[in-house]
């Protein structure tokens, strides 16, 4: 179901999609500015005074270099993250947590894990280059609400940047970048030649109490900001920039996550910009983990392929309660897509055909488009209506060339009021009508950053 088909600029001031998928078969303090010692030797190569917002500050901070780090673009810098992220992992919340900075350069490297009550830091001239050597990716096992990867059966490359089951982790900076040099992944999946799925630039699994913010991602081999099965959550001023063309580069993709908040987000992608999941087909309903409680808020996003917000193909937890405001949508093929239904695809033959999902209480409100080929095409299910949809003070101006059907509604139910071109017979005018957006605040709307020292 996609509303503003091929739209070349959008401007959502609100978007409320309050969706229920069924299926029938941090105490503050401030950081002070020392610097850890390590092996008897106390760091003061750090120069300069960095300001950040995070929302933990920390105590404890050392540099990359400090660990054999080498930042000329060609030296594999896989063990000093390691090493480095290994012993400040010594410091818990107790000891005040601990935060690796990455300083100028080039910094080529494999996969490396995260820790708890940590933080890494990226100076604005930093640069992880992802290598390009397979042999420093591990594979690991699909993900139990997949059953399988996605680009091929079995397990899947690690991502560039891991954790799972962490407490309080922050990726940060002052907009260093984060480089997956993906165009070799592209070609082989083109090429059918993955015996895996590709690794994403950061993956976050069974963790809580997260912040992602002021960094660059580019040219990640696949999806770039991948929570799985995570909580409190706050993805906030990053920029991910991937060629228009590349395959499956989605932008954010919260999945089984539970009170999220993506804020001030610059995304050019291959694929969505957001994608919500939950998991696929008999796989995601045996997990049984929703996303819900989401808010998207001052997204810009440029994606001619596919949709600014995506409401899976992996859906099959559950997504409830997204709301989404501030969205402004460039050259973009959809503003908004539920893929659920006829989408087609499945991870094996295994799905059950039986299981039905349940689509209700839809809103969108104070929209504006131009340039759009189709206005709304909403399909439901033969026997399995999509229902409460509602349509409110929406103006769409459509290009010369338009397509003759300007809303292609088959299985909905709903309501419209002051929405230019008027819809289908299926979403009546009713005068007058405002459709909801929700007054009350999201918990994660009152978790707080605070001003660090570096």
Not at 214 to 233: A, D, G, K, M, R
Not at 424 to 429: E, H, I, Q, W
Request: aromatic residues 8%.
């Amino acid at each position: 179901m996609e509303l503003l088909k091929y739209p070349r600029k959008l401007h959502v001031i609100k978007l409320v999609l309050i969706v229920v998928l069924a299926f029938l078969s941090a105490n503050y303090a401030n950081g002070r500015k020392t610097h850890m010692h390590h092996h008897g030797h106390h760091y003061k190569h750090i120069k300069g005074c960095f300001e950040y917002l995070a929302i933990n500050c920390r105590a404890h901070t050392a540099s990359l270099t400090d660990f054999g780090g080498v930042g000329d673009g060609i030296t594999s810098n896989t063990r000093a993250f390691q090493t480095a992220i290994d012993h400040l992992g010594r410091f818990g919340s107790n000891d005040g947590g601990s935060l690796l900075f990455v300083p100028p350069g080039k910094w080529l490297t494999g996969s490396f894990n995260l820790t708890s009550h940590f933080t890494l830091f990226l100076h604005q001239d930093a640069v992880l280059l992802a290598t390009q050597d397979v042999n420093e990716w591990a594979v690991i096992d699909p993900l139990p609400s997949y059953g399988r990867g996605r680009d091929a059966p079995g397990g899947r490359y690690i991502s560039l940047i891991f954790g799972t089951n962490l407490t309080d982790v922050i990726i940060t900076g002052n907009n260093g970048t984060i480089d997956g040099q993906g165009a070799t992944w592209w070609d082989s999946f083109r090429k059918g030649e993955l015996n895996y799925t590709r690794p994403y630039l950061l993956e976050l699994m069974y963790s809580q109490n997260i912040q992602i913010s002021n960094l660059t991602f580019i040219n990640s081999p696949s999806w770039n900001v991948h929570p799985v099965y995570c909580s409190n959550i706050v993805i906030q001023g990053i920029t991910i920039l991937a060629p228009v063309r590349s395959p499956n580069t989605d932008g954010i993709n919260p999945d089984s996550c539970t009170n999220t908040r993506i804020e001030d987000c610059y995304i050019v992608s291959g694929d969505d910009c957001v994608a919500v999941k939950s998991g696929w087909d008999e796989y995601g309903i045996a997990f049984g983990m929703p996303t819900e409680q989401l808010v998207i808020r001052r997204l810009t996003c440029i994606s001619p392929t596919s949709a600014v917000i995506a409401l899976g193909s992996e859906m099959s937890g559950g997504i409830r309660d997204v709301r989404a405001e501030d969205i402004v949508a460039i050259n973009s093929e959809s503003g908004v897509r539920i893929k659920t239904g006829n989408y087609g695809s499945h991870p094996d033959d295994k799905w059950d055909p039986n299981a039905i999902p349940l689509i209700q209480n839809i809103n969108y409100k104070d929209m504006v488009a131009e340039n759009v080929t189709m206005a709304g095409r909403l399909e439901g299910i033969a026997g399995d209506p999509f229902t409460g949809i509602c349509i409110s003070n929406v103006t769409i101006g459509m290009v010369e060339n338009a397509k003759k059907l300007t809303w292609n509604c088959t299985n909905i139910e709903g309501v419209s009021s002051d929405v230019t071109p008027q819809p289908c017979a299926a979403l009546p005018v009713q005068s007058g009508k405002t459709c909801d957006f929700p007054k009350d605040k999201l918990p994660i709307e009152d978790v707080k950053v605070q001003l660090c020292f570096l």
